[in-house]
Structures are given as structure tokens and as C-alpha cells.
């Protein structure tokens, strides 16, 4: 094995038994966050996801909010909702099969966050930066990965995945092909077909917005089941 892959899997390895420590005791994890922007570190041996906490909050479960058998129009008022709930800094990964509705539910969130221009698939050029209007939640920028076709850790970082702005939010479609790699405190978003013009989607926001998304979807008349795992 040559000594730049050999690096980069011993910097896999460790990411993932950090990241395992936060998640794999009793599938409980504690909420972190992105740090926000900084220069990229020579080394570039992590992603922007703090790995120790000062003053560790309390274990808590991790919650699912899982929606049936959404139309497009019920998952535009799924994506105002979500949009409501983001501060910037973060990673919100948009996971499930092909077909099966990221990309659409990223262009309905751009749109509720006053993008007026049209959301195409990253798929090809890997990345896409839209640019924001004013908006109260002072968020500037939303960039859009495709990661479907990325197999190594040192392309994500290529595209400038560990330098995230507090003011940017990163939507990473087939976010799950770097799990690992994702910081605790990201949204997961999971679609799944329910037939030709409905989705289900599993919603598993960072722990301190749980309170704030049921609000919002309740607002926007959409019923989650919760499930703890
Ligand atoms: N309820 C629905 N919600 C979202 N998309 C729907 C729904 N019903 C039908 N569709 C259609 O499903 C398709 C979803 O395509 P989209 O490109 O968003 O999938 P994707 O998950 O990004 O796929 P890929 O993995 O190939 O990138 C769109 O053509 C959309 O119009
Ligand atoms: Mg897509």
C-alpha cells in the first residue's frame, strides 16, 4: 500500500473509532457541531467535525422522525420546514436509493430559502454553491455534493468538504457512502420510493433541533411518527 493511502486509511480508522465512540454506546451519541470556518490545515487530517467536548453534555437517544407517503407537494412543505430549522455550519446528508428524491428536495429547499434559480444534480460536477438572499436565518450559501461517485476519503476534501463557513449549509446526496466520515451532529435525511408520485422519508435532525422541527411540521400540517433507537 502506498504511504499517502496507508495515511489516509490510518486517518479513516481513527475518524471512524471517534465517531463510533459518540455512536455505538447503547445508539446514543452527543450533540455536537461544526466549528465553522478556518483556514484548511496543511495536513488536512479532519473534517470540521470537533471530535472533543469540553464540558460533554449528557448521553441522549438518537430520534427518527419518519414521514409516509409524501407528494412533491408535501415534501416542498417538508423542505420549508427543515429550512426553518438550519443555522449554517452544518451537513444535512440526503441518503436513499436512486430516483428517490434528494435532489427534488434539495431544489425545494433552496427555493424556500429564496434561491430563485434552477437546482440541477450535481451528479457530474460533484459540487453546485447557490447563493442565497438576506434571510433571517442569516445563512449565505447552500453547496450541493453529489457523492455517489467519490470512493475516497482525500476527493471529498478535494472539494473543500472540511472547510464549511458557519454561514453555509452542505447537502451532501449519498451522504451514507461516507457515514463514517460525517460529523455526529448532521441531519440525515433518508427517502425511500412509496410508489411512482409518493416518498417516505426518515428525518434524524441533530438533537438540539428535534423541538424546533416538530413546530415546523406541525406548522406545515405534516405528522411524523417518532421512534427512538
Ligand atoms: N413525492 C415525491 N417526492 C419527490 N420526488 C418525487 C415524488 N413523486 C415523484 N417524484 C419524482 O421522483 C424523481 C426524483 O428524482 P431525484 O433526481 O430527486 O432523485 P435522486 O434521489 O436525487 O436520485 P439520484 O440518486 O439519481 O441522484 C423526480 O423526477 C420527481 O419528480
Ligand atoms: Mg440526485
Not at 495515511?7 to 473509532?17: F, M, P, V
Request: charged residues 25%; proline residues 5%.
Amino acid at each position: 500500500m502506498k504511504r499517502k493511502d496507508a495515511l489516509a486509511t490510518n486517518r479513516e480508522q481513527t475518524k471512524i473509532k471517534e465517531l463510533c465512540g459518540a455512536t455505538r454506546q447503547n445508539d446514543v451519541m452527543q450533540p455536537q457541531s461544526l466549528s465553522g470556518k478556518k483556514s484548511r490545515s496543511p495536513k488536512r487530517n479532519s473534517l470540521s467535525a470537533p471530535h472533543t467536548v469540553a464540558n460533554p453534555e449528557p448521553m441522549i437517544a438518537v430520534q427518527t422522525l419518519t414521514l409516509k407517503s409524501l407528494t412533491q407537494d408535501d415534501m416542498q412543505r417538508l423542505a420549508s420546514a427543515i429550512a426553518r430549522c438550519l443555522r449554517g455550519g452544518e451537513v444535512v446528508s440526503l441518503e436513499g436509493e436512486l430516483g428517490s428524491g434528494k435532489t427534488f428536495f434539495v431544489r425545494q429547499l433552496a427555493h424556500a430559502l429564496g434561491y430563485a434559480h434552477h437546482v440541477t444534480s450535481p451528479t457530474f460536477v460533484l459540487q453546485k454553491l447557490y447563493d442565497l438572499p438576506s434571510n433571517p436565518a442569516g445563512l449565505e450559501q447552500l453547496i450541493h455534493y453529489d457523492v455517489y461517485r467519490l470512493t475516497t476519503y482525500d476527493e471529498l476534501l478535494d472539494l473543500g468538504f472540511d472547510d464549511l463557513s458557519p454561514t453555509a449549509v452542505a447537502l451532501v446526496e449519498w451522504g451514507d457512502r461516507f457515514a463514517h466520515l460525517l460529523p455526529a451532529s448532521c441531519w440525515r435525511i433518508k427517502f425511500s420510493i412509496a410508489d411512482d408520485s409518493h416518498r417516505n422519508v426518515d428525518i434524524r435532525p441533530p438533537q438540539d433541533r428535534i423541538a424546533a422541527l416538530q413546530v415546523e411540521l406541525d406548522r406545515e400540517q405534516l405528522e411524523a411518527a417518532i421512534s427512538h433507537e
